[in-house]
């Protein structure tokens, strides 16, 4: 029995891989930089992330003060600018996540003090354990350290092992431990409490674990277990979601159809309306055209009316013409005969005068005559 834990202990140390190498200790390191050292390690190169804490520490006063300032500010702390080959978004995130680290520890234990871990392992890995940057991960790293490399327990790491069916469950870390300790080898067991740890904070939640994602599932029977109900219900949705998709899409036809028969309504519509102010435009330009036609029809009587009187005018005026012209040469043959006339006249009253006066000279001839006869007789 205890070999077949032991093995299930040795494929978990094989399957799980970790966030982050194994951080190492660092001397005359608290227990709050560590936990800050395997936070870089989790962006940085060990070397780089060594050396951003010792950049960090000289930068600031107290680790307080690096709590309260920007994250870009601990970003050039961390590496002097123009020094260094990290890529400037790296270590950004690096100073968020230290930040964030001491924002975290400060809420959970108001403060920036994590020594209290050496005197209560028990009592601090869970309150540790609850530091979300932390987890069980990270805690297993401190509480290794803490305890001078005794084989890391949480209550996270109980319930993933006895889960996984390697130990039973028990509230007493000292039995955990003990219980433990026989399987995991000495070297490993650092490595071990942060594998299970990590197990502990991704995917074995104390309520809704996430076998099917868990690396541990095909070796642990409640991941089995948790995996076949989670296949069954995968399968049911799948088969649910199959026949909403069907509903939806005979939803989806139906209402196409729908949609159709009202554009072909529309359509019936649309072409009855067409056609009916296409004959109403047809009686209206045929009117228009009737109009057009009487109009065009009354001016051309009118024209000819106008023609008409235009020549009855030309005529009246031509036979006026005439007729002042007939006047004028009456009264040119008048003036001319009246002319005759008075020449006539004239003529006959200067014959008259002339045959007067030469009567009058003949008279008066024959008075001579007369006379001189009378006289010559008297003689
Ligand atoms: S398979 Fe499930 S129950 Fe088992 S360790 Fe993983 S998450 Fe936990």
Request: aromatic share 4%; charged share 35%.
């Amino acid at each position: 029995m205890a070999t077949k834990k032991s093995d299930r202990i040795t494929k978990l140390l094989a399957a799980v891989p970790l966030s982050s190498p194994i951080p190492e200790v660092l001397p005359d390191a608290s227990l709050l930089e560590h936990g800050m050292y395997a936070v870089l390690l989790r962006h940085l190169p060990a070397t780089k992330a060594k050396s951003s804490l010792n950049a960090m520490q000289k930068a600031f006063p107290d680790w307080n003060e690096l709590r309260v300032s920007q994250a870009q500010e601990i970003a050039d702390a961390m590496t002097p600018r123009g020094k260094g080959k990290t890529r400037p978004g790296t270590q950004l995130s690096a100073a968020q996540d230290v930040k964030e680290y001491l924002a975290q520890v400060f809420q959970e234990t108001h403060g920036l003090d994590l020594e209290f871990l050496r005197t209560d392992p028990a009592g601090g890995a869970k309150q540790l354990a609850n530091v979300p940057i932390l987890g069980n991960e990270l805690t297993a790293f401190l509480a290794w350290i803490a305890e001078d490399g005794a084989l890391p327990v949480s209550g996270g790491m109980v319930r993933v092992l006895d889960r996984m069916g390697a130990m039973t469950r028990t509230t007493s870390m000292k039995k955990a431990r003990a219980a433990l300790e026989p399987m995991v080898p000495a070297k490993d067991g650092l490595r071990f409490g942060m594998s299970v740890g990590l197990v502990a904070d991704r995917w074995c939640d104390a309520r809704k674990p996430l076998c099917w994602e868990c690396p541990l599932a095909p070796d642990c029977p409640m991941g089995k277990k948790v995996v076949k109900d989670w296949e069954a219900q995968q399968k049911r949705l799948a088969v649910q979601r199959a026949k909403e998709e069907a509903r939806a899409e005979a939803a989806r036809k139906k209402e196409e159809a729908r949609l159709a028969r009202e554009a072909e309504r529309e359509r019936k519509r649309l072409e009855k309306e067409a056609e009916k102010e296409r004959k109403r435009a047809e009686r209206e330009a045929a009117a228009e055209a009737r109009r057009k036609e009487a109009e065009k029809q009354k001016a051309a009587v009118a024209k000819k009316k106008a023609a008409a009187k235009k020549k009855a005018d030309a005529a009246k005026k031509k036979a006026a013409a005439k007729k002042k012209v007939a006047a004028k040469k009456t009264k040119v043959a008048k003036a001319r005969t009246t002319k005759k006339k008075t020449t006539a006249k004239k003529a006959t009253k200067k014959v008259a005068k002339k045959a007067a006066k030469k009567t009058t000279r003949k008279k008066a001839a024959r008075t001579t005559k007369k006379r001189a006869t009378k006289t010559t007789r008297r003689r």
